[in-house]
């Protein structure tokens, strides 16, 4: 089974000045939560007790289903009263609206399993939303980098860090982008997983992580030898600041409490992308996540191993990775093929 290639010897670096006390950055305020309807609020319990929904999970149901109840007081409905043709027209109204195929699916989906849990629950009699139909899509195919884009990414995310004479607090952030990319890209895991790695992960046999998924399950992810590195100079350079010891998380925030988020992630990666001249829009952790199952496929990785590697609970979300590479190789026939011109 491929890996991605293995980071270049590193020359070792002068050991930066210490930083000087960050003053504390307020962080902006987050905006009250709009009150939860009573019966959303009971089926949001229901998802995180009983399917081990997590916060973003919860978030994203709690704002789709917002929207709902906003759109059937309007018209003197509640989730408990309204009937199918007031769910049908609201999913019309989003698509007036300009919302998406998939973003409507997605808020129907929503809408049908709280359905479903107020029947269950005695709250209705009857499902409205059992015989609604979703709108028709394609199911859009992954972005994918190329092993040759990945490679310009750490490249690049290396140089960063190893540039001279830049501040302490400056190299200590380009190296927790080093180990960030290294280890998306060696281990495929959701960007909110690794944010939300406890320090002790660190700890334990460093060839692999202990990671809790979607779901609360666990599973192991292994680290290559490239990832290794990064980890360790990522750590030592924690150490050396002053900031491992005691921390909570593997990447505690800089100017806060707590970890560093998803979103930050994201930015410094797009940010990363730019000065890689790759395009933005190409780049995030879940492509990264998609090029780490794509690449071990098109080195031979048997879909069942990738699938367990991913945290699927559902072989069928791996496939989506083989039309991926079938679509890929249609192109390379298309592009390359002397006689794909003829006939």
């Keep these: ?23 504390p950055r307020r962080g902006r305020p987050k905006a009250p939560r709009a009150p939860v309807d009573r019966h959303v609020a009971l089926f949001l319990d229901m998802i995180a007790a009983e399917r081990g929904a997590g916060p973003n999970t919860t978030d994203a149901y709690a704002r789709d289903l917002a929207d709902v109840v906003a759109r059937l007081a309007a018209v003197g409905r509640t989730v408990t009263t309204a009937r199918t043709e007031d769910f049908r027209s609201y999913l019309a109204g989003l698509a007036a609206r ?39 899509r394609g199911r859009a195919l992954p972005k994918i980098l190329s092993v040759a884009e990945v490679d310009r ?27 960030l990319v290294e ?28 990671v809790r998924g979607k779901g609360a399950k666990e599973r192991m992810v292994i680290l290559n030898e490239a990832a290794r590195a990064a980890m360790k100079e990522w750590l030592a350079a924690l150490a050396e600041a002053g900031r491992h010891a005691g921390a909570k998380w593997l990447f505690p925030s800089f100017s806060e409490s707590g970890h560093l988020t998803r979103q930050h992630a994201a930015r410094e990666l797009k940010d990363l992308a730019v000065s ?31 699938q367990m590697l991913l945290g699927h609970a559902d072989i069928a979300t791996t496939q989506i990775y083989t039309h991926v590479l079938e679509e890929r190789l249609k192109s390379l026939v298309r592009d390359l093929h002397p006689l794909a011109d003829e006939g």
């Design 1 to 23: 089974m491929g890996r991605p290639p293995k980071a270049p010897g590193r020359r070792p670096s002068a050991t930066p000045a210490k930083p000087a006390p960050a003053r």
């Design 98 to 136: 300009g919302f998406e195929p998939t973003s409507v699916a997605r808020k129907l989906s929503a809408i049908r399993q709280l359905c479903r849990f107020l029947q269950a629950e005695g709250h209705r009699k009857d499902d409205p939303a059992a015989t609604i139909e979703g709108p028709r």
């Design 153 to 179: 990414l750490l490249d690049t995310a290396r140089a960063l860090a190893a540039r001279a004479e830049q501040p302490a607090g400056e190299r200590l952030r380009a190296l927790r982008l080093v180990c």
């Design 183 to 210: 280890v998306l890209y060696a281990t495929g895991l959701r960007v909110s997983e690794l944010v939300a790695l406890p320090a002790a992960a660190a700890r334990r046999d460093e060839r692999m992580l202990v």
């Design 276 to 306: 890689a001249g790759l395009r933005p829009d190409k780049v995030s952790p879940h492509v990264l996540r998609h090029a780490f199952a794509s690449h071990l496929l098109q080195n031979g990785a048997d879909l069942r191993s990738v």
